[in-house]
């Protein structure tokens, strides 16, 4: 059969800041093309609608299928479906993908039949399967594990076998030199690891991997970092970088052995800094320029709240030794929708008495996630494609005007502090090289931010008709049960690739132990 893939458009964040290859559908189109069929890729990110709809004519494919990683991307995927469906009658479109994991149902309702089946959890594993049933007997969709059709519920989703045998047809994207991260201009993005054994109430990276951690053997992370000689980077996508240190070593020993010379991104959690600061100083000497470790609270109280048993000394310590490694270190801090003037002014004032990068996002409840059932604030608006952390979806304290106007003061605070006259002159000759190698991703970046973050726009965003509406939450509960929200069921300890010690960190630094039974 012919199969097209398809990646929808950027969120608001990506618009300025970055642009990552779609991985996830990348391993999936790699799937269907071992197994026979012929797989073409198309990314929103990077191409039009006009484009999709060509594709659409010239492929002529017999299955579509949809990413939907991002809750805000719904609207789209389920009027490209429609008008697929339009044009193609006879072709399938299936989706699948992190958010789709969660809100199946509710995607098979809005897309009024244009969709036939949403994948749940990994898609490696179940997607031949599926495309079998699709081509020979449509009534052995209901068997795939993970399917989920107007008809009913297939089994639940399993994993793929191993990492190691995971290899993504990057090939099959078009414009490979538009990806980017800061000054990793052109960059790919790789996995060292799936899971995250914490469990943040605020968080749906664990609930879909139902609590597991897997890791990608050294060997082959660092094949795969080899074969991209054409990118001056990798964006690492694990939730947590090197939470077990043997395994971060063993990598970055390999990369240093073979004198491989990339830059590395990646994201970590304070307490895994400060514990594993070996890794760390070898990665800082290997290449690692940028580490995301995300705070999302200032003080203590909002930490707790957020479950994250780091304390604030914590955190401060890690930024401390972030910063003594030289590497960047870029901080994720979560705005509350009952924050009022004052504290937006004082988070402003701390912003600009810290070397470092601070995202804010907004406090966003999620399905998948236990704050969707803990939540007893009401929604103001279900409109998808406001659920992208950079918008409001809860009541606010002060007028939502005022509010976005206060949230975007304080983002722009970092905008001048990080990409001001300064710092730009600073970067100059970074530009330079990368405009000598015809890469302007990053510079065109340099001049975005007043055209994507702006309150007007944010407030605009609100007022636009509501065509497909999201889930009204449960009635609030003070206490979920984990395993009610996994979409992977849990293995328990076994289904988690760390050691005893390290298993015993795990435990002492989530909350959630006290709450959920040993070995969920
Ligand atoms: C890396 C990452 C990013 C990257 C890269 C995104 C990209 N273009 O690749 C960046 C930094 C850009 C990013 C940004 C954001 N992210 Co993000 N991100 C992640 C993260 C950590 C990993 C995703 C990933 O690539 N995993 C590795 C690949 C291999 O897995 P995968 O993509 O999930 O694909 C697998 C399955 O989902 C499935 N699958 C995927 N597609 C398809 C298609 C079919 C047909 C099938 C059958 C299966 C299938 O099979 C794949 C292989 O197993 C996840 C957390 C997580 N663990 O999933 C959050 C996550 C997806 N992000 C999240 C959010 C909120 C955001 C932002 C909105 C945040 C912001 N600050 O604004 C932005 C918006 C992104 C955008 N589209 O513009 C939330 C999603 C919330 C939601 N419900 O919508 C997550 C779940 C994190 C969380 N804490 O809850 N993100
Ligand atoms: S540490 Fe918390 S926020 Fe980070 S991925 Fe794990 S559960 Fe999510």
């Not at 094949?223 to 694990?238: P, T, W």
């Not at 590395?264 to 895994?272: K, N, Q, S």
């Not at 609030?476 to 760390?498: F, K, N, Q, W």
Request: charged letters at 25%.
């Amino acid at each position: 059969m012919r199969v097209l893939c398809v990646h929808p458009s950027s969120l608001m964040y990506s618009r300025i800041y970055l642009r990552l290859e779609p991985l996830g559908l990348e391993l999936v189109a790699a799937a269907a093309r071992n197994a026979g069929h012929s797989v073409e890729l198309i990314d929103l990110q990077s191409e039009t609608h006009d484009a999709y709809f060509r594709r659409l004519e010239r492929f002529r494919p017999h299955v579509v299928a949809f990413s939907g990683n991002y809750l805000a991307n719904v609207p789209e995927i389920v009027d490209l479906a429609k008008t697929t469906r339009e044009r193609l009658p006879e072709t399938t479109v299936i989706v699948g993908g992190h958010s789709v994991s969660f809100t199946a149902n509710e995607v098979l309702e809005h897309a009024e039949g244009a969709i036939e089946c949403v994948v749940r959890g990994e898609g490696e594993a179940s997607f031949q399967q599926l495309l079998e049933a699709i081509e020979l007997d449509r009534a052995a969709i209901a068997k795939v594990p993970g399917a989920v059709t107007a008809r009913g519920t297939g089994p639940t989703p399993v994993f793929v076998h191993h990492l190691d045998d995971l290899d993504p047809a990057r090939d099959l994207l078009r414009h490979r030199r538009r990806y980017y991260i800061g000054q990793l201009d052109p960059c790919a993005s790789i996995e060292f690891s799936r899971g995250c054994p914490w469990d943040c109430t605020f968080c749906s990276a664990w609930t879909f991997y139902g609590r597991s951690y897997r890791l990608k053997s050294p060997e082959c992370a660092v094949a795969e970092i080899e074969s991209q000689r054409h990118v001056r980077g990798f964006f690492i996508l694990d939730d947590v970088a090197f939470i077990q240190a043997e395994h971060g070593m063993a990598i970055g020993e390999a990369i240093a052995r073979k004198g491989i010379d990339k830059m590395y991104w990646l994201e970590t959690r304070a307490d895994v800094l400060l514990r594993n600061k070996e890794v760390f100083k070898l990665w800082a000497r290997i290449g690692l320029k940028t580490m995301f470790i995300g705070l999302e609270a200032v003080d203590e109280e909002g930490l707790k709240k957020f479950r994250k048993r780091v304390t604030n000394s914590k955190n401060f310590e890690a930024l401390e030794f972030a910063r003594s490694l030289g590497v960047n270190v870029a901080i994720n801090i979560i705005a509350d929708p009952d924050w009022d003037r004052e504290r937006f002014r004082s988070i402003r004032e701390w912003l600009c008495e810290i070397p470092e990068v601070v995202n804010v996002s907004v406090n966003t409840p999620y399905p998948g996630t236990e704050t969707w059932h803990t939540e007893s604030r009401k929604l103001i608006s279900r409109d998808y494609r406001l659920f992208d952390i950079q918008h409001v979806v809860l009541p606010t304290k002060l007028p939502l005007a005022d509010f976005y106007e206060e949230l975007v003061a304080t983002q722009q605070v970092m905008n001048r502090k990080h990409l001001g006259g300064r710092q730009i002159w600073g970067a100059a000759k970074n530009v330079a090289k990368l405009l000598a190698h015809g890469q302007t991703n990053f510079l065109k970046m340099l001049f975005k931010f007043n055209s994507v973050y702006d309150p007007k726009l944010q407030m605009a965003d609100h007022a636009r008709p509501v065509v497909y509406e999201m889930p009204l939450p449960p009635p609030a509960v003070e206490r979920v049960d984990p395993a009610s929200l996994y979409v992977h069921p849990a293995r328990g300890r076994r289904g988690r690739e760390i050691d005893d010690t390290t298993e015993g960190f795990v435990d002492q630094t989530r909350m959630g132990a006290a709450a959920s039974p040993a070995g969920s």
